[in-house]
C-alpha cells in the first residue's frame, strides 16, 4: 500500500507545485492535512476507515523510511504515573473542601 500512496502524494504535490521531498521532510500538519482531504475529495472514498487506514501509511512510511535514513530516536519517554493515594487526595479536597461555587 505504501507505493500508490507515495504515488498520490507525488502528484498532489505536483499539483501544488511543492516537491514531494521536501514536504514530507517538512512534516507539517498542514501539508499533511490538506493532502488528506485532497485524496477525499478527489477520490470515490466513502468511509472514515480508509482515510485511517492512509494515514497509517503515511505514518508507516515516515517511521520505516525517514527514521533510519535519519537516524531519528525512536526511543519513548517514561511517564511519571499518578498513584491511587494521589487521586484519592485530589478528589478529597475537590468534593470535600472546595467552597467555590460554580
Do not use: Q
Not at 477520490?43 to 517511521?63: A, D, F, G
Not at 533510519?68 to 475537590?94: N, R
Amino acid at each position: 500500500m505504501t507505493k500508490p500512496e507515495e504515488s498520490r502524494w507525488n502528484d498532489y504535490n505536483k499539483i501544488r507545485l511543492c516537491d514531494p521531498e521536501e514536504s514530507i521532510m517538512a512534516c507539517k500538519p498542514v501539508f499533511i492535512k490538506s493532502y488528506l482531504y485532497w485524496r477525499v475529495k478527489h477520490s470515490r472514498i466513502r468511509k472514515l476507515s480508509s482515510i485511517l487506514t492512509y494515514w497509517n501509511v503515511l505514518s508507516n512510511w515516515i517511521y520505516k523510511k525517514l527514521g533510519p535514513e535519519f537516524d531519528l530516536d525512536t526511543s519513548k519517554k517514561e511517564k511519571t504515573v499518578l498513584y491511587m493515594e494521589d487521586l484519592d487526595l485530589i478528589l478529597y479536597y475537590h468534593w470535600v473542601h472546595d467552597e467555590y461555587v460554580y
